[in-house]
């Protein structure tokens, strides 16, 4: 899955890739823990490079009934 739009605010964005285990988003304060010795470049399926800077966990609150 890939998705293009214009983007107002890159730290509220999450990049999810069906397909995949993982998932990127650029606003660090989500995360619960955070690995920022990891740094890979990601070449997304439009061509796009994207920097990554750490790994991490992030702690999701669901709604249940």
């Known amino acids: 899955m890939s998705c293009s739009t214009i983007i107002k605010n890159k730290e509220d964005t999450w990049y999810l890739d069906s397909g995949c285990s993982n998932?990127?988003?650029?606003n660090i304060e989500m995360f619960g823990s955070l690995d920022k010795n990891v740094k890979i470049d990601v070449i997304l399926v439009?061509?796009?490079?994207?920097?990554?800077?750490?790994k991490g966990h992030i702690n999701i609150v669901i709604k249940t009934r």
Do not use: D, L, Y
């Not at 998932?23 to 650029?26: A, F, L, P, S, T």
């Open 23 to 26: 998932h990127m988003i650029g």
């Open 46 to 54: 439009n061509g796009n490079k994207v920097s990554i800077e750490g």
